[in-house]
Each structure stands twice: as C-alpha cells, then as structure tokens.
C-alpha cells in the first residue's frame, strides 16, 4: 500500500515537474528568446560603454557627424590667415624669415588695419640681419602676440620671444591629440604648477573682444567657468561627449568645427608682399601668420580627414 505521504510527495513532483515543462515551453516561445538576447547584448554593451570599451566608436560617430557638418556660405568677417606656402619658401630661397623680412611682413599687416595679429612661428632665437627692429616692434606694438611650446616627455619645449615675454603678449600653442592622432579638443588654459598660461587662440580671442567691450567674466551658474559676453564655456569632463575617464588636464573643451574648411580667408606670403589682397582684407580683424608648406608645418588630422591624406592635415 502506498502511504497517503508518498502520494502526496509524489502529487508535488508532478506538479513541479509539470511547472518546469512549462517554464521551457515559456522559454522556448520566439518573442521570449528574442527579448532575452536583447537585454543580454543591450547589457553587455552598456557594461563595455561604462569601461571604455566602446570609445573608439563614440569617437568615430562623433567624427562622423561633424564631417557632415557645412562651412559658412560666406568667409568668417573676423578672422584672415597669412600662410607661408612651399612657394613662398622656394621664392625666398630660404627659411625660416629673417627678422628683416618678418619685421616687414608684420608692418605690412599692421598697416592694412588688423585689429590683433597672432604670430604662429617660434622666434626664440634671433635671425638676423634686422633683429633689432624686430625687439622694438615686438615691444612697441601692444597687438602683437606671440608663441611658445611647453616642454613635454618627448621634447623640451620652445620659449618666445624675449620682447614678446616681457611684454606679456605670449600664448601656448600646445594642443590635446588623441590617441588615434586627431584633433577633437581645444585648450584656453595650462598650468605648469608655477603660472597659469593662455594659449595663443584665447590671448588673440580676448583682444579682439576687448575691442567689442566683452570681457572675461566668472561663468553662470558656476563661477569658476570662463564666460565672456553672454556665453559660459564650461570645461570638459573626463566622461563628457564621446569621452570616457579621458585626461581633461587644463581647461579643455570640444572643438566646434561648423566652420568646415571654407570658414576663413587665407593669403600667401607672396600675395601679400606684393600687395596682391583686397584692400578691407585684414581690416579690423584677427590676423594669424603661420605656415601651410609641408615641410615646415606639423601636420594633425581632424574629424574631416580622420587621418587620410595628408595634405589636408591641420
């Protein structure tokens, strides 16, 4: 006979055993799959995103939409850049420019009206003939500014000009390049834990500003962000936009690139020396002189190129 225990034991194994038959029929239905699979990938990739696993994506899609950003339909009004090209150089017969011609060239400029002129070369050392005329002009004309480099592991940095030091007219010309080569983030600030540096871009921003009446001010709503007009520019986090746990030393911020390629109008050397440009050209604007040959310039990618072809390098 069979204890009324037993029956009941065995009354439950049915049952448990009919319930698990029933789970793997549930199971097996294609929508349940289906929504397991997805919250086992949607986790698995939420998982890879908070450690970083994925930025190199976040960075490619993030490349992807400012390259299909349009430049301006007409040239920016504010900024013009003087480029030494390879045929300048071959014209010259030399490089870099002596003070002499330099000199020149920066009369040239300031005698067309700009409003603030960027001198994006390393003049540390003297290049004579004319290094005198070029102190006096570096110390008399408050609308010149100058470039250094900070020393980093791999090079030892580069120092302004004198004139241009004592002046307090120098701006840094480091950048932040990610790993992958390309230039997304801007720098207004450095610190090398003795001064606080601007960079060049912010020294030429802040006085071309200063002439429309803006100036510096604590940011809204925190105080410690830079604001100038109406604008707060907030720095960068280390897990901002496509960016996880990145190094945000300084005062970082992305790069906004909706001017494209088109956005400022640019002059050779020569052009300029031989008085080949409009008369309003550099009027009332920010100058930058600097140069475009290959051989001389530091070649960056941007998100427009992503690292193809070199001759469309920064």
Not at 118 to 127: E, H, N
Not at 139 to 145: A, G, H, L, Q, V
Not at 184 to 206: E, K, W
Not at 265 to 293: C, E, N, T, W, Y
Request: net charge negative.
């Amino acid at each position: 006979m069979v204890a009324a225990g037993q029956i009941i034991n065995w009354g439950r194994c049915m049952a448990d055993s009919d319930s698990s038959a029933g789970l793997r029929d549930i199971v097996r239905l294609p929508p349940v799959v289906g929504g397991i699979i997805a919250l086992l990938v949607i986790t698995s990739l939420l998982l890879a995103r908070g450690s970083g696993g994925l930025q190199f994506l976040d960075l490619a899609t993030w490349d992807l939409f400012v390259s299909f950003k349009t430049g301006p339909a007409q040239p920016s009004d504010r900024l013009a850049l003087v480029a030494v090209t390879e045929d300048d150089i071959a014209a010259l017969g030399r490089w870099p420019l002596t003070d002499e011609m330099l000199n020149r060239v920066l009369d040239i400029i300031d005698e067309q009206g700009a409003r603030v002129i960027g001198l994006d070369m390393y003049r540390d050392t003297p290049i004579p003939p004319g290094s005198d005329e070029l102190d006096r002009t570096f110390s008399e004309n408050d609308r010149i500014y100058g470039v250094k480099k900070f020393a980093s592991a791999n090079a030892p940095g580069v120092r302004p000009h004198p004139a241009l030091e004592v002046a307090g007219r120098v701006g840094f010309s480091d950048i932040v390049v990610d790993t992958n080569g390309i230039v997304r983030r801007g720098l207004l600030f450095l610190d090398d834990r003795n001064t606080v540096s601007y960079s060049l871009a912010l020294r030429l921003a802040l006085a071309y500003l200063a002439g429309e009446g803006v100036h510096p001010q604590p940011g809204e709503p925190d105080a410690s962000h830079i604001r100038l007009g109406e604008v707060t520019i907030p720095p960068l986090e280390r897990n901002e936009g496509p960016y996880f746990a990145a190094d945000t030393a300084g005062y970082q911020f992305l790069l906004d690139y909706s001017d494209g390629k088109r956005g400022f109008p640019v002059v050779s050397l020569s052009r300029l020396l031989a008085g080949d440009f409009p008369g309003h050209f550099f009027r009332d604007k920010v100058v930058i002189l600097g140069v475009s040959a290959q051989s001389v310039k530091d070649i960056f990618f941007t998100p427009y190129n992503s690292g193809v072809g070199l001759d469309e390098g920064t």
